[in-house]
Structure formats: C-alpha cells, structure tokens
T-cell receptor, first 113, second 115 residues
Framework: SQKIEQNSEALNIQEGKTATLTCNYT??????LQWYRQDPGRGPVFLLL?????KEKRKERLKVTFDTTLKQSLFHITASQPADSATYLC????????????FGKGTRLSVIA | NAGVTQTPKFQVLKTGQSMTLQCAQD?????MYWYRQDPGMGLRLIYY???????DKGEVPNGYNVSRLNKREFSLRLESAAPSQTSVYFC??????????????FGDGTRLSIL
C-alpha cells in the first residue's frame, strides 16, 4: 500500500544480531498498529499489537515501538536465528474506528547462519 | 482447532469461467475478510464482513462478489474470471469489537491461476 512504507523489500543479517524493520505511515494517526509474520506458501500470522499510548511492547525476543510523532513503528528481533527468516508485515489502523487494517507490502528478512 | 480453512488450495480456470472460493472459521469470530496478494502489491482487501448479515467493499472489489452465508462461512465468487485475477487469495477472521484492534487469523490461501 502506498500509504505505508516498510523500509526495504529485503533485509539480510547475521545470526545472533538484532534485526530492525521499519514501518512508516504518512498523513494518518492510527490508534493501533499490528505486526504479522508470513512464511512462504502460508497465510500471515499475528505477532504483536501496540496501542498509540504504549510506545513499546515486548514478546520474548520481539520488541515493537510506536512513535506517533515520527509516524513510525520499529520492529526488532534480538538474537536473531535462521528460523526468524520470513516476511514481516505491518498493519496500522489508518482510518481509526470500525474499519479494516491496511497492510504494508512487507520486508523479507533473511537470517544467515 | 482448525482456525480458518480455505478451499480449494489450488485452482486453474479459463478466462470467463466462474468460481466460488470457500472460507470457514471455527473461532466464533464476528468479522471476516477476503484479501488478494500479488508480488510487489502486498495484501489488498477485496471485501469484508464486519458481522453476520453485512458486507462491505474493500480496496479492490471489482470483479468479485461475496456472501456471508452464516457466522462461520464467507465465500468469494468470481463471476467471469480474468487473467488479472490470477493471485493468491487469503481469507481471515477477527473477534467482535473494533476490527482494527483485533488480531486477524488467516487461512493458508487459495492459489488461483486464470489462463
């Protein structure tokens, strides 16, 4: 979606490093933002939801930040593993309220052993 | 617990043929969605149903129709298939309440080729 920019189509990192994926949105003020993981040939799987007043949320090795001033969310995977290789999609609540999510095009992460 | 089940998984059609893609969820979710995913375009919403008995257009509804058969089932119909509708189609569902603050649960997709 042109309303949402995810930093790059592909990101390669070494195993054990921290992967940082970026999601930028313009001209909107979402109250929520979700992150999903998609493996080849499978449907997206929900990972995390962050609210506009939460700033940061963690789940195991995952961390999401939400900067409403910069209109940006960062998704971090610490101590990355080859099993983390997948496409990651962000989905901000662009229109607020009772409307569906809009998904970014995704960033394909490859963790190299 | 099956979650969201889509049938068929693969289908090849000829231009002009019609087809219905089936989707069923067993999570007692109120909201259901149909997306298409194309290389370089990401996930795009075709239609959604916020609750049983209601349907609304998404970003790319042209050439498609939907039916919310009951709370569990949401079907997508291509009346006259076109090569531009070659894509991977995903169905998803989410719990009641404001859809945007509810996680969506996806099926594994239907890969549709139109010749």
């Amino acid at each position: 979606s042109q309303k949402i920019e995810q930093n790059s189509e592909a990101l390669n990192i070494q195993e054990g490093k921290t992967a940082t994926l970026t999601c930028n949105y313009t001209n909107y003020s979402p109250a929520y933002l979700q992150w999903y993981r998609q493996d080849p040939g499978r449907g997206p799987v929900f990972l995390l939801l962050i609210r506009e007043n939460e700033k940061e949320k963690r789940k195991e090795r995952l961390k999401v930040t939400f900067d409403t001033t910069l209109k940006q969310s960062l998704f971090h995977i610490t101590a990355s593993q080859p099993a983390d290789s997948a496409t990651y999609l962000c989905a901000p609540d662009l229109y607020s309220g009772n409307t569906p999510l809009v998904f970014g095009k995704g960033t394909r992460l490859s963790v190299i052993a | 617990n099956a979650g969201v089940t889509q049938t068929p998984k693969f289908q090849v059609l000829k231009t002009g043929q019609s087809m219905t893609l089936q989707c069923a969820q067993d999570m007692n979710h109120n909201s259901m969605y149909w997306y298409r995913q194309d290389p370089g375009m990401g996930l795009r919403l075709i239609y959604y149903s916020a609750s049983e008995g209601t349907t609304d257009k998404g970003e790319v509804p042209n050439g498609y129709n939907v039916s919310r058969l009951n709370k569990r089932e949401f079907s997508l119909r291509l009346e006259s298939a076109a090569p531009s509708q070659t894509s991977v189609y995903f169905c998803a569902s989410s719990a009641s309440g404001t859809p945007s603050n509810q996680p969506q649960h996806f099926g594994d997709g239907t890969r549709l080729s139109i010749l």
